[in-house]
């Protein structure tokens, strides 16, 4: 929390001594606007959406996640309307950033290429499993990350959530990393970079 896209993009250069870049995929690093966030007291934050609490046993903000989902819908559709095809967008995020994205992938963009949460969860009672009971398409595939030693975001959360989208018909993978804490790491994000080309191959890998 509190984090830009500007931040994000130069903590992944630090870890990787390099940007994170790919010849065929553009990379979007976006910044939510502030507000207030409860658990830091009601001080301006730049967070998604606010949380009652930080804990996976509380209702959810719904208010302010689904006033974020329409923002992020209009710059989905800003690259859908430059040509990009919907089946070619992955999105996700840190923490939050990938409470996020599974909102709004699972509950509003199903045909996207896929979704990636590290160091996320979602509620117990998530607006997101909500809306999957309804559901019958193919849904876009998770790839989550967390560190064993998360002391914001349990490792349990995350573990739980990957339970439950699973058994809700999304295809899922969790990577466990044993010592990390509420952070990314370079094997975590080379892991990440190998799972979003599978899922993003060169278009002209296509063979007719």
Not at 35 to 42: A, E, I, N, Q
Not at 127 to 144: C, G, I, M, T, W
Not at 190 to 195: I, N, P, R, S
Request: proline share 4%; aromatic share 10%.
């Amino acid at each position: 929390t509190g984090d830009t896209g500007q931040g994000a993009r130069t903590w992944i250069k630090q870890i990787l001594s390099q940007d994170m870049v790919f010849q065929h995929i553009k990379v979007i690093y976006p910044t939510a606007p502030a507000r207030p966030y409860t658990p830091m007291k009601g001080a301006f934050s730049t967070v998604w959406f606010d949380r009652y609490k930080i804990s996976n046993d509380c209702p959810e903000h719904i208010e302010s996640i689904d006033s974020m989902c329409r923002g992020l819908t209009d710059l989905i559709n800003d690259e859908i309307k430059n040509g990009i095809a919907k089946n070619r967008i992955l999105i996700g995020g840190f923490s939050m950033g990938g409470g996020m994205a599974m909102h709004l992938a699972y509950r509003f963009h199903q045909d996207l290429a896929g979704v990636f949460a590290l160091s996320s969860f979602l509620n117990k009672d998530s607006a997101v499993y909500q809306a999957l009971k309804r559901n019958d398409s193919v849904l876009p595939e998770l790839f989550q990350c967390h560190g064993t030693a998360d002391e914001l975001v349990l490792y349990s959360w995350g573990e739980e959530t990957n339970k439950m989208l699973k058994s809700l018909g999304v295809s899922t993978s969790l990577h466990t990393f044993p010592n990390l804490n509420h952070e990314l790491s370079r094997t975590e994000i080379e892991k990440l970079k190998t799972w979003i080309v599978k899922k993003l191959p060169a278009e002209a890998a296509k063979t007719s």
